[in-house]
Each structure stands twice: as structure tokens, then as C-alpha cells.
């Protein structure tokens, strides 16, 4: 029989553990005999029903997803004061917008044609070029008026002459009367249609000055219903910025909290309508999950210091306001746990029919039949057997998903843990970054050996190291071997620094290949890059390691 991949557990239920920390092996473990039973299998492990073990299950159907991407949402700066890198941006759009256009996508000089706020340029000509068309469309009526005047009067003269010329009885009077009637009628119809048609001209040409104008900071809807452009302002045309962070402080300029938005584009300036010297400023950025939706503003607060993600100061704005769109959450499909031999709680639950089948959690296990990392928890809705003593589960998932890469990163870690050096370049860029978290899980409960001592010299194989997560993988393998972590981004580097992670500094690392790092790491085009060559070159000297590149 195939060996279980999975494990269901207790989700309070620790699983089976490594017991001596990474095994110096020589070659890659072998699975065990496909011939053994799976109940055997499991009982040759040590474990029993005090573990918590509920089944092993030879297939998980539904189990991978990636993450859904961060939402996107629009944000109003208001009463900004532009510094640094946030004015470069805005420079950047101001140049994009007089090459091509508003950022809205109008002409030139023209109402903008998106959402609220979008279009700039010079507010103040187009408003007096509207005004003058209305002042024109509004003179044009008046003569209308006068024409239409003109021609009622027309029709009067030619009565009164009719009637001078011939007076005959009554019934030639009434005549007279009707024509001078209908003289009058048909001008002033002519004058009322021609003027009703320019005033209507005029009130259109007035309205979009009012839209356009320094103070409208309103929403332009176009005809027949152009409605508002979606996406990157309208017409595409915005500014890159990366990361922004919008630092609280109190009325006495106290930094109180900090509040983080990711891969920001600057969509829209205008005059703030509050002060003028000010700019309120439309921005897209992705909002991070695990902070609140707004940031939290004490009493008396005058605004929020602006700041990039290394801590240049970009401005202050005084307010914040955020235009949000429901989003519907997914419909994800259940996880269907395939060939599940039942044990423990689980297997007396089944027994007596109880339909309440509890809260578990998913584990991957390796060839040896040992826990390589946990995958999800979710709740027992309802099993089917299939065949030979054997169960199928579903189990709908209260956590995320492993992401697709898992699923790659898991079988390279199937016979054991990592026997030979650079299996991580089998992966993609995704997978590289699973390979890290799964190598840090694996750390975090295998028992190691205490730190080398200071001043050790380890040597780092750069033949794969093309991106970030790369580095991070052979660093790891450098200090701690086969399958070691040692830091997955920068934060994490300087905690391995301080000891607990096989190293302290200060110690020398000798960078083999380096060339391939220095042509590809730092270069790929993206609003928040990844850390450059030499960047990691400084962070290692700045913590105490001497890098010798060969």
C-alpha cells in the first residue's frame, strides 16, 4: 500500500516529530515497504489514540489555492503637503498629463471624464473658456429673440396693410384678424425654439465650466451616460510611488500608530478647497489584511506624517478618506481527504453514527511518515466510505489554503529532509518562497546543535541565487546545511544574526559565483523591488559578516 501523505489531527493535537533534528544523511532516505498495511504503519510509528491522530489519508482533493489578490482601493489625501519622493511622483503625473491628456482621459482644457475628482490640469482656463461660450451662447439667443421679434412684427404690418387696402364685411376682418394672429405665432415659435436651443447649449457649456472650474472638485458625468472610467485613472495615466506608510501623531506631534498601504499608484492632484497652498491627492494602493481599515486618529490629531517603507519622510496630509467597494468573497470548493484510515475519536465517532465530527486539521507528512508541515484546519462535514475499511472525509477550511507551490515544495521534501544541496532551484520564484517557510517550520521544531562560534567562514553556493528568495535559500544551506534557514527578508536576517539559528555574528561568508547575484538580483521591474546586490552586501557588513565575493 502506498504510504499516507497526509495525517489528520486533533487541531490541538501536535504531530509526529523529528526526533534528532536534521538526519546526516548520504543519500536520499528510501519510502518504506509499499507492502506494509497502513494501520501497521502507523502503530510502528509510536503513535496512539493519546496523540490525537484521527486518520492517514492517502490523497487531500481541493487542499491547494493560492491567495486571492490584496484588494485594491481608492484613497483621498487631503491637504497635502508633498516632499521627496511623493513630489517626484506627482511631477511624474503632472508630465505624463500634459503629454497625453487628464488623467482622466478628456482633452486637454476639457471636463474630466471619471470618477470623483479625477481630470487635471489648468482648472482656471477651462473655466474661463466655458464662461465665454456661455456669454457667446447666451448672445446668440438674444438675437434669436430679436429675429423671432422681427418676423411677429412682420406678419402684423402685413394685416394692418390688407386690412387698409380692402374693408369689406366682417367676415374679411376676421380674416385680417387671423393672419396677424398667425404672423405673430409662427415668430415668436421661431424666436422660443432657436433661443430654447442655445440656452440649452448655454447651460451645457456652463456646466461643464462649473465642473471644470478651481472649486467644482465635483463628478462630470458625459452624455449618454459616460459614466465613470474604472480602473487606473480612467485613462491609465498615473504615477508609480511603491510603498506609503501614514504615521498618526497626537496634537503634540507624537507618533502614535502606523498605518501600511502597498504598491501605491498616484492617480489625481487638485487644490485642496480648504487652503489653497494645499493638494489633495487621489491614490490606488493595496491594503494589508491583518491591520485595521482605517488608521486611528487621537483627538485633536492635525493629520499624518507621510512615509516610504524605509522611513524617508514624503509630506504630511491633514485627512484621509477612502472610497471602498464591496467585493463578494469567493465560493471555495471543500478539501476531500482520499483512502482515510480512521483512528482514535474519529474511528468511535464513525461507529456510532455521531454526526458531529469535529474541528481537525490537516498535516503533510513525509515518506518516513513524519509531520513536514502543517496545511489547514477546518471543520469534519461528512464522509463516505471506499471500500477495504477505507473513508473519504470532507472538510470544509476555517484557515488559507496552501498555495500551489506547496505542492512542488513538498514533494522535493517527500523522502525526508534535503540530503543534497540546491533542490530549491528546481522551484520557480513562488516556490523558492515556500521552500523558505517550510524550511523555517522545520527548524523551529527539529533540535539543533548550539550556535557555531564566532568568526566560523561558510561558504555560499551562488550558481542559483537569480532573486531574492534565492539568496535567502543558499544563505540558509550555507550555515545550516541541506534544507537549513537562515532568514527569509531582511527583518529576519538580522534576527538569525543575533544567535539561535546555527550562527552568531560576527563570522565570514564567502560568496562563490557572486557575479550571477550582482546581474539579477535588484532589477526586476515592480513598484516595491526586490533588495539589490549590494544592498545585501551592506546589511551583511552592517551586522558583522565579512562577505568575500569569489
Same mark, same amino acid.
Given at each position: 500500500?502506498?504510504?499516507?501523505?497526509?495525517?489528520?489531527?486533533?487541531?490541538?493535537?501536535?504531530?509526529?516529530?523529528?526526533?534528532?533534528?536534521?538526519?546526516?544523511?548520504?543519500?536520499?532516505?528510501?519510502?518504506?515497504?509499499?507492502?506494509?498495511?497502513?494501520?501497521?504503519?502507523?502503530?510502528?510509528?509510536?503513535?496512539?489514540?493519546?496523540?490525537?491522530?484521527?486518520?492517514?489519508?492517502?490523497?487531500?482533493?481541493?487542499?491547494?489555492?493560492?491567495?486571492?489578490?490584496?484588494?485594491?482601493?481608492?484613497?483621498?489625501?487631503?491637504?497635502?503637503?508633498?516632499?521627496?519622493?511623493?513630489?517626484?511622483?506627482?511631477?511624474?503625473?503632472?508630465? @505624463?498629463?500634459?503629454?497625453?491628456?487628464?488623467?482622466?482621459?478628456?482633452?486637454?482644457?476639457?471636463?474630466?471624464?471619471?470618477?470623483?475628482?479625477?481630470?487635471?490640469?489648468?482648472?482656471?482656463?477651462?473655466?474661463?473658456?466655458?464662461?465665454?461660450?456661455?456669454?457667446?451662447?447666451?448672445?446668440?439667443?438674444?438675437?434669436?429673440?430679436?429675429? %423671432?421679434?422681427?418676423?411677429?412684427?412682420?406678419?402684423?404690418?402685413?394685416?394692418?396693410?390688407?386690412?387698409?387696402?380692402?374693408?369689406?364685411?366682417?367676415?374679411?376682418?376676421?380674416?385680417?384678424?387671423?393672419?396677424?394672429?398667425?404672423?405673430?405665432?409662427?415668430?415668436?415659435?421661431?424666436?422660443?425654439?432657436?433661443?430654447?436651443?442655445?440656452?440649452?447649449?448655454?447651460?451645457?457649456?456652463?456646466?461643464?465650466?462649473?465642473?471644470?472650474?478651481?472649486?467644482?472638485?465635483?463628478?462630470?458625468?458625459?452624455?449618454?451616460?459616460? %459614466?465613470?472610467?474604472?480602473?487606473?485613472?480612467?485613462?491609465?495615466?498615473?504615477?508609480?510611488?511603491?510603498?506609503?506608510?501614514?504615521?498618526?501623531?497626537?496634537?503634540?506631534?507624537?507618533?502614535?500608530?502606523?498605518?501600511?498601504?502597498?504598491?501605491?499608484?498616484?492617480?489625481?492632484?487638485?487644490?485642496?478647497?480648504?487652503?489653497?497652498?494645499?493638494?489633495?491627492?487621489?491614490?490606488?494602493?493595496?491594503?494589508?489584511?491583518?491591520?485595521?481599515?482605517?488608521?486611528?486618529?487621537?483627538?485633536?490629531?492635525?493629520?499624518?506624517?507621510?512615509?516610504?517603507?524605509?522611513?524617508?519622510?514624503?509630506?504630511?496630509?491633514?485627512?484621509?478618506?477612502?472610497?471602498?467597494?464591496?467585493?463578494?468573497?469567493?465560493?471555495?470548493?471543500?478539501?476531500?481527504?482520499?483512502?482515510?484510515?480512521?483512528?482514535?475519536?474519529?474511528?468511535?465517532?464513525?461507529?456510532?453514527?455521531?454526526?458531529?465530527?469535529?474541528?481537525?486539521?490537516?498535516?503533510?507528512?513525509?515518506?518516513?511518515?513524519?509531520?513536514?508541515?502543517?496545511?489547514?484546519?477546518?471543520?469534519?462535514?461528512?464522509?463516505?466510505?471506499?471500500?477495504?475499511?477505507?473513508?473519504?472525509?470532507?472538510?470544509?477550511?476555517?484557515?488559507?489554503?496552501?498555495?500551489?507551490?506547496?505542492?512542488?515544495?513538498?514533494?522535493?521534501?517527500?523522502?525526508?529532509?534535503?540530503?543534497?544541496?540546491?533542490?530549491?532551484?528546481?522551484?520557480?520564484?513562488?516556490?523558492?518562497?515556500?521552500?523558505?517557510?517550510?524550511?523555517?517550520?522545520?527548524?523551529?521544531?527539529?533540535?539543533?546543535?548550539?550556535?557555531?562560534?564566532? %568568526?566560523?567562514?561558510?561558504?555560499?553556493?551562488?550558481?542559483?541565487?537569480?532573486?531574492?528568495?534565492?539568496?535567502?535559500?543558499?544563505?540558509?544551506?550555507?550555515?545550516?546545511?541541506?534544507?537549513?534557514?537562515?532568514?527569509?527578508?531582511?527583518?529576519?536576517?538580522?534576527?538569525?544574526?543575533?544567535?539561535?539559528?546555527?550562527?552568531?555574528?560576527?563570522?565570514?561568508l564567502v560568496w562563490h559565483d557572486s557575479a550571477t547575484a550582482r546581474a539579477c538580483l535588484?532589477?526586476?521591474?515592480? @513598484?516595491?523591488?526586490?533588495?539589490?546586490?549590494?544592498?545585501?552586501?551592506?546589511?551583511?557588513?552592517?551586522?558583522?559578516?565579512?562577505?568575500?565575493?569569489?
Open positions: 500500500m502506498q504510504p499516507p501523505v497526509y495525517a489528520l489531527a486533533a487541531y490541538d493535537a501536535e504531530g509526529p516529530e523529528y526526533a534528532g533534528g536534521p538526519p546526516a544523511y548520504t543519500e536520499p532516505a528510501r519510502p518504506p515497504s509499499r507492502s506494509a498495511d497502513a494501520h501497521e504503519r502507523a502503530d510502528a510509528l509510536g503513535r496512539s489514540e493519546a496523540d490525537g491522530l484521527w486518520a492517514l489519508c492517502a490523497d487531500a482533493a481541493g487542499l491547494f489555492a493560492d491567495p486571492a489578490p490584496p484588494l485594491r482601493a481608492r484613497f483621498e489625501l487631503l491637504g497635502c503637503t508633498p516632499e521627496g519622493q511623493l513630489r517626484a511622483a506627482l511631477e511624474a503625473l503632472r508630465a @505624463t498629463t500634459a503629454q497625453g491628456g487628464t488623467p482622466g482621459g478628456g482633452r486637454p482644457g476639457t471636463a474630466p471624464r471619471g470618477g470623483p475628482y479625477e481630470g487635471s490640469g489648468s482648472y482656471e482656463s477651462a473655466f474661463r473658456r466655458n464662461r465665454a461660450d456661455a456669454s457667446r451662447a447666451s448672445t446668440r439667443a438674444a438675437g434669436s429673440q430679436r429675429e %423671432g421679434s422681427a418676423a411677429g412684427s412682420r406678419g402684423e404690418r402685413s394685416a394692418a396693410g390688407l386690412q387698409g387696402s380692402r374693408s369689406e364685411g366682417p367676415s374679411r376682418e376676421d380674416r385680417v384678424e387671423d393672419l396677424a394672429r398667425e404672423g405673430r405665432q409662427e415668430g415668436a415659435a421661431e424666436g422660443s425654439s432657436e433661443g430654447t436651443a442655445q440656452e440649452g447649449r448655454s447651460a451645457g457649456s456652463a456646466e461643464r465650466g462649473r465642473s471644470a472650474g478651481p472649486v467644482g472638485g465635483g463628478r462630470s458625468e458625459g452624455p449618454a451616460g459616460e %459614466g465613470r472610467s474604472e480602473g487606473l485613472g480612467g485613462g491609465g495615466r498615473s504615477a508609480p510611488l511603491g510603498s506609503l506608510v501614514l504615521q498618526t501623531v497626537d496634537r503634540t506631534g507624537r507618533r502614535v500608530a502606523e498605518w501600511y498601504l502597498k504598491d501605491v499608484r498616484l492617480l489625481d492632484e487638485r487644490h485642496c478647497a480648504r487652503d489653497l497652498s494645499l493638494r489633495d491627492l487621489t491614490i490606488e494602493a493595496s491594503v494589508q489584511e491583518s491591520q485595521p481599515d482605517y488608521p486611528y486618529r487621537p483627538p485633536l490629531s492635525p493629520g499624518y506624517r507621510l512615509l516610504s517603507a524605509q522611513g524617508r519622510p514624503l509630506g504630511h496630509c491633514r485627512d484621509l478618506a477612502c472610497v471602498r467597494e464591496p467585493v463578494p468573497e469567493p465560493e471555495e470548493p471543500s478539501i476531500r481527504l482520499v483512502g482515510c484510515v480512521p483512528r482514535g475519536a474519529l474511528h468511535r465517532a464513525l461507529a456510532v453514527g455521531d454526526e458531529d465530527l469535529g474541528h481537525a486539521k490537516i498535516l503533510r507528512l513525509d515518506a518516513q511518515g513524519r509531520t513536514l508541515q502543517y496545511a489547514v484546519e477546518g471543520e469534519i462535514l461528512a464522509w463516505t466510505p471506499s471500500g477495504r475499511g477505507l473513508v473519504d472525509l470532507t472538510l470544509e477550511p476555517w484557515s488559507p489554503r496552501p498555495p500551489l507551490a506547496a505542492r512542488e515544495v513538498w514533494d522535493l521534501w517527500w523522502p525526508g529532509w534535503p540530503a543534497q544541496r540546491n533542490l530549491w532551484a528546481r522551484c520557480g520564484s513562488e516556490g523558492r518562497r515556500y521552500w523558505l517557510v517550510t524550511a523555517l517550520e522545520n527548524h523551529a521544531r527539529a533540535r539543533r546543535d548550539p550556535d557555531a562560534p564566532p %568568526g566560523t567562514t561558510y561558504h555560499l553556493d551562488g550558481r542559483y541565487v537569480t532573486d531574492e528568495s534565492g539568496f535567502y535559500c543558499a544563505l540558509g544551506e550555507a550555515v545550516n546545511g541541506p534544507g537549513g534557514y537562515f532568514g527569509h527578508n531582511p527583518d529576519s536576517l538580522i534576527d538569525c544574526l543575533c544567535g539561535h539559528f546555527g550562527a552568531r555574528a560576527p563570522f565570514t535588484g532589477v526586476t521591474p515592480q @513598484t516595491a523591488r526586490p533588495a539589490t546586490f549590494e544592498e545585501l552586501g551592506r546589511a551583511l557588513r552592517q551586522w558583522g559578516v565579512e562577505t568575500v565575493l569569489a
